[in-house]
């Protein structure tokens, strides 16, 4: 690909995004970094929610998965719908009657100081883990598409990307991610909807044309209902999204942050159902586009060695317009940049509020000193992250992604679904011991599923498993706190 065209569009995007976030964090204060001030206009807010949990590694891998799993994935998106309307109408209100700025102060009044620790422990450690392979995906896509061609060496890519999401964020925190979200939304349905069409020029055919072609081939079957082992299975996709989505979404620091800036609860509420539609029609789009290029790979007699490299083979094939790549670039970078920055946003506001101050007699300069060392301390943490991955990664990105927040996100669930659907106390001390053992537990039962239940093999279905164990460690805490 070209060299010089895509390191224009980049460099130039990368210029919009500091006059956006230096316009949105003017007086920046802890308030502006850790709320955005609650003034967020409900249009701004809205539409950055369209693209805000779909990240870079999404445009990478969902288009990927499609050779395997059609378009099943609009079974989970069904499920995601649902979870969406169950944290609007239960948790949003919560959230907002309490006046939070971190979600896991809901659980220092409700069982105490060790249960809020250990949600944003958790939190912290799944953040990470994930914002880090995130960005090493993405990463390693600009890498080979431009870094590799300018000699560039990946530590310096990694180096330089952190360094930038650092700066855009340092003072607006919340404020600033909120805008580049929309930035990103923009980019990201831009990109998509152009690499449609000039997949499709190349192949010489109209979208109906192509889509009955990828029918006749099975790359756009929705619905699977046949074999319950198979991770397609509708209602295992459909269950899924419902309590993954609220776990990973309704009680994710990050996610929330941002809704949480919006200036009503009735505006938040409305936000986020119009999230999950908007959502669910992106990841549509992506998944169309995923079947072009299969066809497109079909259709050349060509082949690529995992389902994540298919659309960066594509953009950078030899006939294919270098308006192609550069678009590829372009959504990956503005998606990446705003997921980032809001996991290091989020992951600093946890920090400082949850494990450092959790509200005992902390000054704001001193809030404010913690704050920026915690911002600096965590994306250099992330990075040396995402070198670390530089080795690794053997599974879709995508499903190693919710893997991970099926294990760490579990707990959260079960901690939240007991406090607000139970009355009972809990001995708070012991609680670390129940967030440890549960996804332990859920891991040894996943690992030997085939043997124990005769072939079947959880799919992201392990979250509500983990979550059930969560809850009955905290039940047998209650009862023994009850005697």
């Given at each position: ?27 920046g ?53 649902v ?105 990201m349905?831009?990109c ?34 046949d ?9 295992k ?46 990841i ?9 290029l ?62 450092f101050?959790?509200k ?89 599923s ?34």
């Amino acid at each position: 690909m070209a060299a010089i065209p895509t390191l224009i569009t980049i460099t130039a995007y990368l210029l919009l995004l500091f006059v956006v976030a230096t316009r949105s964090s003017r007086n920046g204060n802890n308030e502006t970094f850790f709320k955005g001030g609650r003034r967020q206009s409900p249009l701004v807010v809205a539409v950055a929610m369209m693209g805000a949990p779909i990240s870079g590694i999404s445009l990478i891998s969902l288009p990927g998965s499609v050779a395997a799993g059609a378009f099943s994935y609009l079974q989970f998106m069904l499920g995601v719908i649902v979870g969406y309307t169950v944290i609007a109408y239960l948790l949003i209100p919560l959230f907002y009657r309490l006046n939070v700025t971190s979600l896991y102060e809901y659980l220092d009044g409700r069982f105490g100081i060790s249960s809020h620790r250990s949600g944003a422990w958790i939190f912290f450690v799944s953040k990470v883990l994930s914002a880090s392979l995130r960005a090493f995906v993405i990463c390693i896509v600009v890498q080979q598409l431009l870094c590799n061609t300018l000699g560039v060496p990946f530590f310096v890519t990694a180096a330089l990307f952190m360094l930038l999401v650092w700066l855009y964020t340092r003072r607006g925190g919340v404020a600033s991610v909120v805008w580049t979200d929309v930035l990103k939304t923009l980019c990201m349905v831009g990109c998509i909807m152009l690499a449609i069409l000039f997949v499709l020029r190349s192949l010489g055919l109209s979208l109906g044309e192509a889509m009955e072609q990828a029918s006749e081939r099975g790359f756009t079957q929705i619905f699977f209902f046949d074999d319950v082992n198979d991770n397609r299975h509708f209602l295992k996709m459909f269950i899924s999204g419902i309590f993954l989505i609220v776990a990973n979404t309704g009680l994710d620091q990050d996610v929330m942050q941002r809704v949480l800036s919006s200036r009503t609860e009735r505006s938040a509420q409305r936000n986020m159902i119009l999230s999950s539609i908007s959502q669910t029609a992106i990841i549509g789009l992506m998944l169309v586009l995923g079947a072009m290029l299969h066809l497109y790979l079909v259709e050349s007699n060509l082949s690529v060695a995992k389902p994540d490299d298919v659309f960066a083979f594509v953009a950078t094939r030899e006939g294919v317009p270098t308006a192609l790549s550069v678009l590829l670039v372009l959504g990956i970078v503005s998606s990446t940049f705003s997921t980032t920055g809001g996991a290091l946003t989020s992951l600093t506001t946890s920090f400082t509020m949850d494990i450092f101050s959790n509200k005992r007699g902390r000054s704001e300069e001193e809030l404010t000193r913690v704050r920026k060392i915690a911002h600096i301390a965590i994306a250099a943490m992330l990075m040396v992250l995402m070198l670390a991955f530089e080795r690794w990664s053997n599974d879709s990105a995508i499903n190693l992604f919710y893997r991970l927040a099926s294990y760490t996100y579990g707990p959260l669930l079960g901690m939240f679904a007991f406090g607000i659907f139970t009355k009972l106390r809990v001995r708070d001390r012991w609680v670390p011991l129940v967030v440890v053992l549960a996804p332990a537990l859920s891991f040894l039962l996943d690992h030997y599923s085939q043997t124990l239940f005769g072939g079947y093999k959880f799919g992201f279905e392990i979250l509500l498993v983990n979550a059930a164990f969560t809850m009955l460690g905290l039940l047998l805490l209650s009862q023994r706190a009850d005697k």
